[in-house]
């Protein structure tokens, strides 16, 4: 007898998993938008008129609305603002039913029209059918680099840095990154291929690290660095000096953007409803504090540190800028932003407040507060004596609210720090700093020129990272790469770096000068996460003289030092057709390609390439620029994208996306009835498996 043939696959067995019924989650339309306690509690804070305060509390149980803001070069940008401003969204925010269509609008506050508001929320975006190109746009555009979804207000605290390329910058709290993201954009917004400042991006939270990488990763930057610590007792970082010792880094600008309640983010999580005690403020005001005053600690005279919270309240707010200011007053000072925003409605900073406790009982003073609080609620957490107000000038913190202008909540603090710290700065050095400092000069010695023998292990045991190997003079792969790509000597091969000691380098990544120091100098006591940008990736293609091809990621920095010889120039119907055609198994023969770009590769040997389209842009002096990684095969030509980069390519330059642009929506459909005909058709191979064994 035959074996019996079951006919049924896994597949039938296991729902799909849009078809899952989960209940694991429960829907926020589930959770109750009330909580007796936060409308008291406000209301008792006076954080608005007394007239706003129901639209103020309504605002806050209505969904955010969807933002997003253009990043990448100035020429790349401009197109995308086209884009955005043009024909193409209009399209993506007809309804076909309805007359009226949501309105899209810049921010006025944000430079160069590149922040932009919709009156859709993200859940109209990613549920309704109608909306699916814009929903893909969004998606593809965001993986790419060239838009970053964030919060109106979250984009306020980098803005107010006053960000210039040259500036050494900590973001101390930055995951998961939106804000590390706009930082970096700033950074390199000037265009150099390398700027010479850098962002380092810290958390405490090992696995939100990874989604700062993640985050930073778009960018495509070689001056960024994600480490993992306790801000609030983040050790001092050191950097050389030409003469080969070292100094303490003092950073030109710092973000604080610290761990809060986060009930300004009510519209987004509202969960929070739920959970909220006045409580939790009273826990975190003592964390904000430590942090920021690390902060300006690291801080350099005359640089800025912007303190922000998501939280309307002000014992994390006003109170954590006050204790700083009764403390450090003849170091910091608040600094009047107004002009950086024009047209952004908000509040001005508290000057004064009540501590509430647990309970909602409200004290004006710690004189006040009841023996059993007396722990949780702090005398520092109360604001300046009536006498004493205009010494500190919280007036000119900035507090945004949600029913102003339809955002979240938020609070922003910007202090400049006009003298050194002294006493503080000195007793927070750690004590390996004083250990190995020259007695003459203070600064500390450069482990780097000491013997081998010499050197002190400082490593300790047990980060989960690979280690991060920089290229030394003599590295062997460098001459081919070098070679090849004809790589100018200006170049530092030193900045590149592997992530493993033995065994065949697979990724080559990039790193800025100050960024490489950095992880040298501090890699004994600083935990880096991640750092560079990868530039090249190993593909040992036999017909290619160099066991390495360019990756896209790190294109930008290293393009100005590649030889002419490697680069092609190609003109838009051809780069149209290797992005239509961009599978390796099927790239498009060189002659079908146009006879420019025919005559171009005849002399140039198989390998890896770099592909030059340039396009005048109308208004602007820069043109689009852009670079791609390319192959010469033997007889076909190809462009290396991934499918977002190809997609956002193909936008920009008016070619076909309709193959990548499905509409999920009809395609959940199309396979529930897929889903439906397997049934029938496994039922129906079942049937026959029984004839066959009844025979
Ligand atoms: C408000 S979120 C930061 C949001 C981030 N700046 C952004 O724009 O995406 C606060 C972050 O602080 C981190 N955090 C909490 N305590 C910290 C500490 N002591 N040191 C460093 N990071 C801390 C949390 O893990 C969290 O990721």
Not at 130 to 144: D, G, P, R, V
Not at 174 to 180: D, E, F, I, M, Q
Not at 345 to 366: A, D, H, I, P, Q
């Amino acid at each position: 007898m035959g074996k019996r043939k079951t006919g049924f696959r896994k597949s039938m067995h296991k729902p799909k998993k849009h078809l899952q019924n989960s209940d694991e989650r429960k829907p926020y339309t589930d959770i109750i938008k009330e909580n007796e306690k936060f409308i008291q509690y406000y209301k008792t804070q006076k954080v608005c008129k007394d007239e706003e305060y129901d639209e103020f509390i309504t605002s806050l149980k209505t969904d955010l609305p969807a933002t997003f803001r253009i990043t990448g070069s100035k020429g790349e940008a401009k197109k995308m603002l086209e884009i955005v401003q043009g024909q193409f969204i209009k399209d993506c925010l007809k309804q076909e039913e309805s007359e009226q269509k949501p309105n899209i609008f810049s921010l006025p506050w944000y430079p160069d029209k590149l922040a932009w508001q919709m009156e859709l929320t993200r859940k109209d975006i990613r549920r309704c059918e109608a909306y699916y190109k814009l929903h893909n746009f969004l998606i593809s555009e965001t993986e790419h680099g060239t838009i970053s979804r964030q919060e109106t207000v979250s984009m306020i605290p980098p803005l107010v840095l006053d960000v210039q390329s040259h500036h050494k910058i900590l973001d101390m709290c930055a995951a998961p990154g939106s804000k590390t993201a706009q930082l970096l954009e700033l950074l390199h917004a000037q265009g150099d291929p390398i700027p010479t400042g850098y962002v380092i991006a810290n958390d405490v939270d090992n696995k939100r690290c990874y989604m700062l990488v993640h985050q930073a990763k778009r960018l495509n930057s070689p001056c960024v660095a994600v480490i993992n610590h306790d801000s609030a007792v983040l050790p001092n970082l050191y950097e050389s000096l030409p003469d080969g010792s070292t100094q303490q880094v003092s950073f030109d600008r710092i973000l604080c953007d610290v761990p809060c309640s986060g009930d300004g983010t009510l519209r987004k999580n509202p969960d929070i409803w739920m959970k909220w005690t006045p409580a939790n403020a009273l826990n975190l005001h003592g964390i904000q504090y430590r942090i920021l005053k690390r902060g300006i600690e690291l801080l350099k005279v005359g640089g800025r540190i912007v303190y922000s919270t998501c939280s309307i309240n002000p014992v994390e707010n006003e109170s954590v800028i006050h204790r700083i200011l009764s403390e450090l007053g003849d170091s910091v000072e608040l600094v009047d932003v107004k002009e950086m925003l024009p047209g952004l409605k908000y509040s001005k900073g508290m000057e004064t407040w009540l501590v509430g406790s647990r309970n909602l009982e409200f004290y004006k003073s710690f004189d006040d507060v009841d023996e059993k609080w007396r722990t949780t609620i702090r005398p520092q957490m109360f604001p300046p004596a009536e006498g004493e107000k205009s010494k500190f000038k919280l007036d000119k913190c900035i507090r945004i609210l949600p029913h102003q202008q339809n955002t979240g909540a938020f609070f922003v603090a910007v202090l400049r720090k006009i003298a050194p710290l002294n006493k503080i700065e000195k007793s927070l050095k750690p004590e390996e700093v004083t250990e190995e400092t020259d007695n003459n000069t203070n600064k500390r010695i450069n482990e780097d020129n000491l013997p081998q023998n010499q050197r002190k292990k400082r490593r300790k045991d047990g980060y989960r990272e690979d280690p991060f190997v920089f290229f030394n003079q003599e590295e062997k792969v460098w001459d081919d790469i070098k070679s090849f790509y004809q790589v100018d000597s200006s170049f530092d091969s030193t900045c590149l770096l592997t992530r493993c000691h033995v065994g065949k380098k697979k990724n080559i990544y990039l790193t800025s000068s100050a960024v490489r120091d950095l992880v040298l100098q501090n890699q004994g006591n600083i935990k880096f996460i991640n750092t560079g940008v990868k530039a090249f990736v190993r593909c040992d293609n036999k017909n290619m003289k160099c066991a390495f091809r360019i990756a896209n990621d790190g294109l930008e920095s290293i393009y100005p030092f590649i030889g002419e010889d490697r680069k092609v120039i190609i003109p838009k119907e051809d780069l149209i057709t290797l992005l239509l055609n961009n599978d390796p198994m099927h790239s498009p023969q060189i002659n079908t390609l146009s006879e420019g770009v025919q005559n171009r590769v005849a002399n140039l040997s198989p390998g890896s390439c770099v592909l030059i389209y340039t396009e005048k842009i109308e208004g602007i002096d820069e043109p689009l620029i852009l670079h791609l990684s390319g192959w010469r095969g033997t007889t076909s030509l190809r462009c290396y994208t991934t499918q977002h980069s190809t997609v956002h390519l193909l936008r920009l330059l008016g070619g076909d996306i309709s193959k990548y642009d499905i509409n999920k929506f009809k395609k959940i459909e199309e396979e529930n009835t897929e889903h439906k005909e397997e049934i029938v058709m496994d039922e129906k191979e079942a049937e026959n498996d029984e004839i066959i064994d009844m025979h």
